[in-house]
């Protein structure tokens, strides 16, 4: 039975300067607000992605040759587990360099590498995934857009769901179904879908919170050229499974609410009840052991190993923590939630969105199910 091996991962030498170079730059355009802060990778800012990509912040594990730094993976999870802490709004490049930057570079042609990567790496260009579609969230294999050949083109027909900043992506890594009558698993493909090109409607859907983070996308006959399919025709859903690794393995899943972990802390003061002392050294070690986990995965993949099943269970473990921290948090501290006081403003937001926490990237049944089969028990 395989299970959850730690590591005290080796932090390198440049660490530090890393870490000092993202904080300089969070303080110079960062965001102040502290409700922006929370679940800030989903909070779009393209200037301040713009403003990573030319400190060589973005793409930093790729090949130079298309636009990379060539820097470790431990280097990169420094820099992002720093912008997260931070509450940095790095939302609009965020799926670009997490996935699809790395999906492109080991699947994509040379067309479609040359034309992306570079302009993700500088933090021009970014993505949006479409998995998700009516009637097809977790049961992934019933997708029913279709690719259909036309000459050497591909003409596509259908519409996703659920995809997040779409409105403010230049293409979308779709999961398509390239072969007529094809059933489950089989006939899938993936595509790369530029945004603007004829035929592709997004349209807004707004949350809860009023915000607008999440979009339908129709495709009314969108023709793309033969270069459009990403690797290779009918490999789609082995290559969407595997993109997933990429999606639940970093610190974005456990470290939404930290900006409300930050402003308990400040609320408690130098001399905090027993209560919030209690509260603040309970989400500081679970934190702590969180970080250990993930950042063991980190070290995993920087090794080229496939740590599906540690991501799978640091993404279950993550998104329980950040989803209790605002009721912990509400139960012992009395505060109007209508209020403008920071702390009550935080609270506020993170009890509206923290339930979606464990559905995007996966929902918790179907990720127990994942775990289950790795640790052999079904
Ligand atoms: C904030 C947010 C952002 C998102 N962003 C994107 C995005 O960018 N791109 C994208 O493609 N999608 C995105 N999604 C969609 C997300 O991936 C789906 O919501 C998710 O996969 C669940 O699908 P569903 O909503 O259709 O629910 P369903 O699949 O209908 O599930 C409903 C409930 O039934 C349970 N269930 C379903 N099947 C089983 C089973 N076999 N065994 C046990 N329980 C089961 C589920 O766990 C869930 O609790 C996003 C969702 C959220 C909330």
């Known amino acids: 039975m395989q299970t959850f091996a ?5 932090w390198p030498e440049s660490a530090t300067a890393l870490r000092e170079q993202v904080r300089a730059l969070v303080a110079e355009h960062g965001e102040r607000d502290p409700v922006r802060r929370a679940n800030c990778w989903t909070k779009a800012d393209p200037a301040f992605s713009r403003r990573l990509g030319e400190a060589g912040l973005l793409g930093m594990t790729w090949p130079r040759e298309y636009g990379g730094h060539e820097r470790s993976q431990i280097e990169r999870y420094v820099v992002i587990e720093e912008l997260l802490a931070a ?3 790095v939302g609009a490049h965020w799926i670009a360099d997490r996935q699809s930057g790395p999906l492109l570079l080991r699947m994509g042609n040379e067309e479609l590498k040359r034309r992306w990567v570079p302009a993700i ?3 021009e260009a970014f993505a949006c995934i479409g998995l998700s579609e009516p009637n097809s969230g977790s049961d992934l294999a019933s997708v029913r857009t279709s690719a259909r050949r036309d000459g050497d083109d591909w003409v596509i027909n259908g519409q996703k769901v659920w995809t997040t900043g779409a409105h403010v992506a230049h293409f979308m890594i779709a999961l398509i179904r390239s072969e007529p009558g094809s059933e489950r698993q089989q006939g899938l493909s993936q595509f790369v879908i530029p945004m603007d090109a004829p035929g592709v409607t997004v349209k807004p859907i707004i949350d809860l919170t009023g915000a607008h983070e999440f979009n339908e996308v129709f495709f009314e006959d969108v023709r793309l050229p033969a270069t459009a399919l990403l690797g290779e025709e ?9 993109e997933l690794s990429l999606e639940r393995s970093g610190p974005e899943r456990y470290l939404s609410s930290m900006a409300l972990f930050t402003e308990l802390v400040r609320h408690a003061g130098k001399h905090p009840d027993q209560t919030v002392r209690e509260l603040v050294g309970r989400l500081a070690a679970e934190a702590w052991t969180l970080r250990l986990m993930s950042a063991s995965v980190a070290a ?13 269970i640091v993404k279950d473990l993550g998104n329980s ?8 948090v509400q139960a012992v501290v009395e505060m109007d939630l209508n209020g403008e006081d920071a702390l009550a403003r935080v609270t506020a937001y993170l009890l509206q969105v923290s339930p979606s926490f464990s559905l995007r990237g996966g929902t918790r049944e179907i990720l127990k199910g994942i775990i289950a089969r790795g640790l052999g028990l079904r």
Do not use: F, S
């Open 6 to 10: 730690t590591e005290a991962v080796d």
């Open 87 to 89: 509450g940095a709004p």
């Open 121 to 123: 790496a500088r933090g």
């Open 234 to 242: 009918g490999n789609g859903w082995k290559q969407a499974t595997a």
């Open 300 to 312: 995993k993949l920087a090794r080229g190993e496939d740590p599906a099943l540690e991501a799978t």
């Open 321 to 328: 923590y950040e989803q209790a921290i605002p009721e912990l």
